[in-house]
């Protein structure tokens, strides 16, 4: 079969790997490039061997299934949660898959396993490739109807319920006003989220010009931040205070201060048993649209995190999040909890507008061209699907 791997930095091929038997083999028809397979890209490269298997949102058609498997058979189709989580565990009955106790991976200190995510998250191989080994048979995969196409229901796997959950974690109350960070896939699918859901005043902040555009055309009030003081004119658009809520979609990646900018890429050149330590310690987060959050959102509000930071160390304005009577709530998306809000989103009707929601589909082979496209933001590229 042939895979997504990565090699180096910047450096991603299509190579053949050997399958092994296991619970469930999916087939995949279709699978996501998502904002933070970008970490691994660039950054994260101190936790990733050569040959590592990349990606976490697939969806597929099951091929085979082990002897204990009875919840799904040959021939059923499935999305595939970026979570690889048992389902059975104290953390999985509690909701919170993203923290299973029997993936997590104690010799780094960190939650569930993830598919196609470093040796941080238990280097399991990843989506992007023509087969997938999906454990836990009976509780993984989220079986889905035959008939529409992929598009309707590949988003489940994580774009769909880690926007939900970051809608859910803002609580935006009646009435009430959201403000979105950061317009790229998991920021347009929030705010999309949040006005159906019914929050009256949706504000929408990011720098692309294609992202501004698709957010404004679902009805988002939209604000440049190369041509508007972004919290005055938030401020404006909620009678002076400011938006009840605010979702920081932006995380790792945040166009940042040049300094930040630098460490990322002097940490990336270092050899890996020092830039490894450094990066889990001190972190080469840019926390500009953090610490953005934080200005925009009312006295008293909430701040729903999203997107990614990396490190442990990385400065907080403590004094502002105390004075301000900041709730901050985040976390890894719990991909099962939401399965059965978004199932019939997805299922009877298109509300959200997954059906068009990717900008560019392109076959697996090329994969390494549209990593370039997608960190480059060439060509409008907002959300890429690969066909194996």
């Known amino acids: 079969m042939k895979a997504l791997t990565r090699h180096g930095k910047a450096d991603v091929r299509v190579d053949p790997v050997t399958e092994k038997p296991t619970d469930v083999v999916v087939k995949v028809t279709t699978t996501g490039l998502y904002g933070s397979d970008l970490h691994l890209y660039e950054v994260f490269g101190p936790f990733l061997e050569a040959g590592d ?19 799904v058979r040959p021939g059923d189709r499935v999305a595939v949660p970026f979570n690889v989580s048992c389902g059975t565990c104290f953390m999985c009955a509690q909701g919170l898959q993203s923290q299973c106790e029997t993936t997590q991976v104690h010799e780094h200190g960190k939650g569930a396993s993830l598919f196609g995510y470093t040796k941080l998250y238990g280097q399991v191989p990843g989506g992007q490739a023509e087969y997938l080994r999906v454990p836990f048979g009976n509780t993984l995969p989220i079986k889905v109807p035959d008939g529409p196409p992929d598009d309707r229901f590949v988003y489940l796997s994580d774009v769909l319920p880690t926007a939900w959950q970051a809608v859910e974690y803002a609580a935006v109350p009646p009435g009430g ?87 990322q890429k002097l940490t ?27 200005d925009l959102v009312r006295r008293g509000g909430t701040i729903s995190l999203s997107g990614v930071y990396g490190g442990m160390a990385d400065p907080m304005p403590m004094l502002t999040l105390f004075d301000k009577q900041i709730q901050l709530r985040m976390g890894q998306a719990n991909v099962w909890r939401w399965v059965d809000d978004l199932l019939p989103l997805v299922t009877d009707g298109d509300p959200l507008g997954v059906e068009t929601f990717a900008t560019h589909r392109v076959p697996l082979d090329k994969a390494p061209e549209a990593y370039e496209m997608f960190q480059k933001k060439h060509d409008g590229a907002i959300k890429v699907l690969f066909t194996p």
């Open 53 to 71: 298997i990349l990606g976490h949102e697939p969806m597929g058609v099951v091929q085979e299934v082990g002897p204990d498997v009875t919840a």
């Open 177 to 263: 006003s959201l403000a979105v960070l950061g317009l790229g896939p998991i920021g347009d699918m929030c705010a999309r989220i949040a006005a159906h859901r019914g929050v009256d005043t949706v504000i929408g902040i990011d720098l692309v010009p294609e992202r501004l555009e698709r957010a404004r055309a679902h009805g988002v009030h939209v604000l440049d931040l190369d041509q508007h003081d972004v919290v005055a004119a938030a401020r404006d658009l909620t009678g002076g205070r400011g938006p009840d809520c605010v979702i920081d979609a932006v995380g790792l990646e945040a166009h940042g201060t040049p300094l930040a900018a630098g460490a």
């Open 268 to 294: 990336g050149l270092l050899p890996d048993a020092l830039s490894a330590p450094m990066m889990e310690r001190f972190g080469v987060g840019r926390l500009s649209a953090l610490h953005l959050a934080i």
